[in-house]
């Protein structure tokens, strides 16, 4: 008889996932739900927690450990994030710093890129800003109008973004835009880090009924003179930079998404074990517990759907990534939407008080729905490439 096989996969976390997880989600009680959303009210980042999971290693355990990451993967730095929202914070810019921009910079920066920035989105000491939506393109990428003109060495950028997350908490904004091919002339992606004080770079808050530490931008970029070095990489991979970003930017989404469900289940059940209205706790009404068994399995099987293709990424299969982190994405979004919204059901009127801190989650969990790709264009793409059916825009 063979030995049993004890291969980790999507489905069995290690050891070493396993105490990552508890040691997070210590640190998240540590600071706990009250002390996020006061800073959030307050127009406040949450920068002890920030600098603190940072020093921990926390947020840079997917960059390379040559550059002061922790040389894991995407698989732990969206347990991470789920943790952090289990436990009341759910941090916004793992999702754009370490996961997209680090994800990019490491994968195709120059060797002085990689040295730059990595070290500090690493440790919490430095951030980055990811910027690709446009104003007049919103889900339709391929109408980005940003360009990027050569003078001289450098390079001239101009351009509308909308909706970036946390340019002020930022040393740098990875943004995407356009260069001219030199052959054909036709524009193609490309990718630049653009240092947040640079003559040129404007950028304007958008009033926001969220409750959240990152604040959302207007951006106008007028000429903004960068040199040649602020390109990432070269400038024939702009598209493959672009897609290499995209996957841990789902999954991470994903991760968000299911960190908050837990949190507002949690709250609920609580809740229902103990609120007596008649002879026995809400919790023992079917019409309570059932939609919260409900939300409870969706939630789990969206989280089986996110480890799935957070494996599928770290184990360098990008094609099979794309599909399973956009399925994630979506169904995170949507179970939890579901369960937030059940929870405020749950417990009642003090479903809409600060107190409970439920109401603050209902219009972070419709984020999940709306970014960094819909559900719309998530379900385009499922009856596009796993159905096989005709593109329908
Ligand atoms: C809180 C928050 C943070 C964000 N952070 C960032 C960030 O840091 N960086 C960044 O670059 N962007 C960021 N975004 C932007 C986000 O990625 C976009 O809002 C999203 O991609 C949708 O684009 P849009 O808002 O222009 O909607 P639109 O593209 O105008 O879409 C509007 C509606 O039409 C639907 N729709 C559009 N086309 C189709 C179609 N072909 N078929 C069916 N339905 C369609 C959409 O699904 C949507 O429901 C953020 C957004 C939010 C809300």
Not at 257 to 274: H, P
Request: a negative charge; proline letters at 5%; charged letters at 20%.
């Amino acid at each position: 008889m063979s030995a049993p096989r004890t291969t980790a996969g999507p489905l069995v976390e290690t050891p070493e996932q396993t105490a990552l997880r508890r040691a997070v989600a210590d640190l998240a009680a540590r600071y706990g739900q009250a002390y996020f959303q006061d800073k959030a009210r307050a127009g406040e980042p949450v920068t002890e927690l920030w600098a603190e999971a940072g020093k921990l290693g926390y947020l840079g355990v997917n960059l390379p450990a040559e550059y002061g990451g922790g040389g894991a993967g995407i698989t732990e730095l969206s347990i991470v994030l789920e943790e952090l929202g289990a436990g009341g914070c759910p941090l916004l810019m793992m999702v754009v710093s370490p996961a997209i921009c680090g994800t990019v910079i490491a994968r195709f920066g120059t060797e002085e890129q990689r040295r730059q920035w990595l070290p500090g989105l690493a440790d919490g000491s430095r951030k980055m800003a990811f910027g690709i939506t446009e104003p007049d393109a919103g889900s339709n990428s391929h109408r980005i109008g940003t360009v990027a003109r050569r003078d001289g060495e450098d390079w001239l950028l101009s351009g509308r973004k909308v909706f970036i997350s946390g340019i002020d908490q930022a040393d740098a904004v990875l943004f995407v835009g356009r260069t001219e091919d030199a052959r054909t002339g036709k524009l193609r992606p490309s990718l630049f880090v653009v240092p947040r004080d640079t003559p040129g770079f404007e950028y304007r808050a958008i009033p926001m009924e969220l409750v959240a530490p990152e604040k959302q931008y207007q951006v106008f970029l007028d000429d903004v003179r960068l040199p040649a070095e602020a390109l990432v990489g070269d400038e024939d991979a702009g598209l493959l930079q672009l897609f290499a970003g995209l996957n841990p930017e789902r999954i991470m989404t994903a991760a968000f998404s299911i960190g908050v469900a837990r949190r507002a289940l949690a709250t609920a059940v609580d809740y229902a074990r103990t609120r007596t209205v008649w002879d026995v706790p809400i919790g023992a009404h079917q019409g309570i517990a059932h939609p919260l068994a409900q939300c409870t399995i969706e939630v789990e099987l969206a989280r089986l759907m996110m480890q799935k293709a957070a494996h599928l990424y770290d184990a360098g299969d990008d094609l099979a990534a794309g599909e399973a982190a956009n399925m994630a994405k979506y169904a995170a979004g949507e179970a939890a939407c579901r369960a937030v919204d059940q929870a405020v059901q749950t417990l009642g009127g003090n479903g809409l008080t600060q107190e409970y801190g439920l109401a603050a989650l209902l219009t972070a969990t419709r984020v999940g729905r709306v970014a960094p790709v819909s559900r719309e264009m998530i379900l385009n793409y499922v009856a596009q490439h796993t159905l096989g059916l005709p593109r329908s825009y």
